[in-house]
């Protein structure tokens, strides 16, 4: 079965400064990966996915993820946050024989101004 | 193109009473997901149905819980004699067909308190 971890639970960062997410993943096989964010009290927003190709990703709202096969990661990342940037981030992953996504516990991010 | 609708956004229940979630599916998608997210969680999924028919119930807890998606209507979550251990977010998600390679899409949540 496939496992997601998030090891940072919370960050914060400047408003304009660079930010970068930490997803790994456990699965035997090439994986669907995806990234969600959450504002807080609403649903789940699709940033980005991916399936295979070109491991590098760009998404919505400016950010971008890279798919690094060796390492089993799938780093989401924006070059400069916005204050509409703080929720919650969730990194998702799913099999391609399985309709189920495992999700990890998510980041929070903080932007401070 | 409404998205995946879920009603009520937030119902308080004592423990004891049945808590009823409902989910519309995005227009044209005929599979239909539940998951729960625990405080401080991530989302786990629950229960996955077709028209009529469920297809993988692996999440859903023994007892209390069920889940149904007639063949008019929207999919329903029910949960019996709710404990305080219920409250969470429930999120119901669609896709076009089961085949994982399509993306699916989450509806904007029910929160369930029980006190």
């Known amino acids: 079965a496939q496992s997601v971890t998030q090891p940072d639970i919370h960050i914060t960062v400047s408003e304009g400064a660079s930010l970068e997410l930490r997803c790994n993943y456990s699965?035997?096989?090439?994986?669907?990966l995806f990234w969600y964010v959450q504002s807080p009290g609403q649903g789940l927003q699709l940033l980005l996915k991916?399936?295979?190709?070109?491991?590098l990703v760009q998404g919505i709202k400016g950010f971008e993820a890279e798919f690094k096969r060796s390492q089993s990661s799938f780093n989401l990342r924006k070059p400069s946050v916005h204050w509409s940037d703080a929720a919650e981030y969730f990194c998702?992953?799913?099999?391609?024989?399985?309709?189920?996504?495992?999700f990890g516990a998510g980041t929070t991010v903080t932007v401070r101004a | 193109n409404a998205g995946v609708m879920q009603n009520p956004r937030h119902l308080v229940r004592r423990r004891g009473q049945e808590a009823r979630l409902r989910c519309s599916p995005m227009?044209?998608?005929?599979?239909v997901y539940w998951y729960r997210q625990l405080p401080e969680e991530g989302l786990k999924f629950m229960v996955y149905?077709?028209?009529?028919?469920?297809?993988?119930e692996s999440g859903m807890p023994k007892e209390r819980f069920s889940a149904e998606f007639p063949k008019e209507g929207p999919s329903i979550l029910r949960i019996q004699q709710v404990v305080r251990g219920d409250s969470a977010a429930y999120f119901c998600?669609?896709?076009?067909?089961?085949?994982?390679?399509?993306?699916?899409?989450f509806g904007e949540g029910s929160w369930l308190t029980v006190v």
């Open positions: 998702a992953v799913g099999a391609h024989s399985d309709y189920k996504l495992s």
């Open positions: 991916y399936f295979s190709g070109d491991t």
């Open positions: 149905l077709q028209k009529e028919n469920i297809i993988d």
């Open positions: 227009k044209g998608h005929s599979h």
């Open positions: 699965y035997g096989a090439t994986p669907y």
């Open positions: 998600a669609s896709s076009e067909d089961g085949h994982s390679g399509n993306t699916i899409y």
